[in-house]
């Protein structure tokens, strides 16, 4: 089975930056994309951002609009592993932040116009990210 596993998380001041990872394992070859979640306590899980194959070696990438200009997913093909960069990080990006794939492809535009409700079928375990003073 796929796996997935998050690292990177940590607390940093606002203002600062931190560089997730998500590393997979398994029979990676099935895997068409990847996609950033996040649930802050008391809220709803969200999309936060997205990166999926469209064929010829491209691949397309969405943001949440909150993070827009500030997060940037990335990935490393050889490695199996996903890179969101987060700068400029403010209170309000506190939370446990998971990274999530589907045995089907899936739209980033569709995922993340979804909020944290589309399904996916494999989840990471989270890494905890906290922006405080």
């Known amino acids: 089975q796929v796996q997935l596993m998050e690292s990177g998380g940590g607390l940093v001041q606002p203002g600062g930056s931190l560089r997730l990872s998500c590393a997979a394992s398994g029979p990676t070859s099935d895997i068409k994309g990847i996609a950033w979640f996040r649930q802050a306590p008391g809220k709803e899980r969200e999309g936060v951002s997205c990166?999926?194959?469209?064929?010829?070696?491209?691949?397309?990438?969405n943001y949440v609009d909150s993070v827009k200009g500030r997060f940037t997913i990335s990935r490393d093909k050889f490695k199996n592993v996903v890179f969101l960069e987060m700068n400029s990080l403010k209170p309000e990006d506190t939370a446990v932040y998971y990274c999530?794939?589907?045995?089907?492809?899936?739209?980033?535009?569709?995922?993340?116009?979804?909020?944290?409700?589309?399904?996916?079928?494999?989840w990471g375990k989270g890494t905890q990210d906290t922006v405080s003073s």
């Open positions: 990166i999926h194959d469209v064929g010829r070696g491209d691949s397309e990438t």
């Open positions: 999530a794939t589907a045995q089907s492809p899936f739209p980033c535009q569709v995922v993340l116009g979804r909020g944290g409700h589309y399904g996916m079928d494999y």
